[in-house]
């Protein structure tokens, strides 16, 4: 399999995500990070393929659908069609005529790409919803809408193939990200966790963001996505410390006075949340100072302008954050084993204290050795990385992105110096894609210089 274009660290190929995907060896990548195209959102100009059915039939197409036109969110129409014979579709992922029907081709994707994923890989997949169509004028025109169906002679299971959306009607929200989620973890996924990506808020004094602006005036205007976070086994590789946060200057004066929230907030019938075993002890809430806290799963990320032409970009720090949490920075070139980060906390008690609102507690001993409501300095860092032993030396860990659109992944890629795999359909979209990763490598030799 030749690539459409290749650096030292990475490789893009040019073709249909499952047949490029069945090419590659099993086991192979350590994170996958994409964005598959949205359900019903909009055309991508990229012509029809063939799903599912007979690899070997004649196929013969007949297009379905309400005057043999599907309508979507974005008022185009667009044909799609079924091989009366063996059941094939004949369309885009993403213009599928059902919900279920496309939620079937990402599963029938992330088959393959649980494949070549690692035993101890994540995947990050971000998605949006969509709404269905606008609501016809009359109360015919509605109950015809709702019902439409269509039906062909053929095979038994094909006969019973209809383009009825369910329950779904006009103007609802479809619901996609989590069909999709539900399914692939019935499919045996490991579904971890639903990040928020907020691209705007309102109502909130520090940030508001920017979100594409709506005309519609019977709801509010959409202003995020979902991230999950999904793993092919119980445990996996993730290194949270990669991208740790500052604490707030309040949480670090709360510690340094030893708050315990709890037992001075006087709660008649006690502690509610125990947090007092936390904070009167140096050694943990000293601990926390020096590392920082794990993200939360909201993330604020500003959508970045785009200049060329691609409508769904994410900006660089989706793909980064999912980088330095999920892809190894080495591997072992033998086993392929990721090297974990092995790390330290010192501390040292600068002076000790009573806790403000009880001046004359006793102090005493805890079970680290500190005196009770001692403050304590500590320093958090990183001794080195596991060895597995193999002695073959290292190699970045690797990162696929089978929708690779403008190559957003690979250019985070090339920066944190972690190899990476592109899949993309469109030719525009891999010309740009090369385009721009020669410019983002030329530019890190010049700095290297």
Not at 135 to 143: A, C, F, I, L, S
Not at 175 to 193: E, F, H, K, M, N
Not at 371 to 392: E, F, I, M, P, Q
């Amino acid at each position: 399999m030749t690539p459409y274009f290749e650096t030292e660290l990475g490789k893009l190929y040019h073709g249909h995500v499952l047949e490029v995907l069945r090419e590659l060896p099993s086991e192979a990548v350590h994170c996958v990070i994409t964005s598959p195209p949205y359900w019903g959102l909009r055309d991508y100009g990229i012509p029809p393929q063939i799903w599912d059915g007979d690899s070997e039939c004649e196929h013969d197409w007949r297009i379905v659908g309400s005057n043999k036109e599907l309508r979507f969110r974005t008022g185009e129409k667009v044909g799609n069609a079924f091989c009366k014979k063996c059941g094939a579709w004949l369309g885009s992922l993403g213009l599928e005529p059902t919900p279920d029907l496309y939620v079937a081709h990402i599963v029938q994707i992330f088959r393959e790409i649980r494949r070549v994923l690692r035993k101890d890989g994540t995947v990050w997949l971000n998605l949006g919803d969509s709404y269905m169509g606008a609501v016809p004028k009359t109360k015919e025109t509605y109950n015809q809408e709702i019902n439409r169906s269509t039906t062909w002679e053929g095979k038994d299971h094909i006969a019973t193939l209809k383009t009825k959306l369910h329950n779904l009607k006009p103007k609802d929200l479809c619901g996609i990200p989590w069909r999709v989620a539900l399914a692939l973890q019935t499919d045996g996924w490991w579904l971890r966790q639903d990040i928020i990506w907020v691209k705007a808020i309102s109502f909130c004094p520090t940030y508001s963001g920017s979100v594409m602006p709506e005309s519609v005036k019977d709801r509010f205007c959409n202003s995020y996505e979902h991230i999950f976070l999904l793993a092919k086994n119980i445990r996996y590789f993730f290194d949270l410390d990669a991208v740790r946060e500052k604490l707030q200057e309040s949480t670090i004066q709360r510690y340094q006075r030893n708050w315990d929230g709890d037992t001075q907030r006087g709660y008649v019938s006690g502690p509610q949340n125990h947090v007092d075993k936390w904070i009167s002890n140096p050694k943990k809430t000293q601990r926390s100072i020096a590392l920082g806290r794990a993200p939360r799963s909201v993330w604020a990320i500003n959508p970045q302008p785009f200049p060329e032409a691609h409508f769904a970009t994410f900006p660089m720090k989706l793909p980064e954050i999912a980088i330095k949490v999920g892809c190894p920075q080495w591997i072992c070139k033998k086993c392929g084993k990721a090297r974990e980060r092995i790390a330290k906390t010192e501390y040292d008690v600068l002076r000790k204290s009573r806790i403000q609102d009880q001046p004359k507690q006793k102090m005493r001993k805890d079970n680290f050795g500190f005196t009770k409501g001692a403050v304590a300095r500590s320093k958090h860092y990183t001794l080195g990385w596991t060895d597995c032993r193999c002695r073959a030396g290292w190699e970045p860990g690797i990162v696929l992105d089978p929708f690779m659109g403008a190559g957003t992944t690979a250019v985070v890629a090339e920066r944190l110096g972690r190899k990476w795999i592109g899949i993309e359909l469109s030719e525009p979209y891999c010309s740009m894609t090369k385009e721009r990763i020669k410019r983002e490598t030329q530019q890190l030799e010049l700095f290297r210089e």
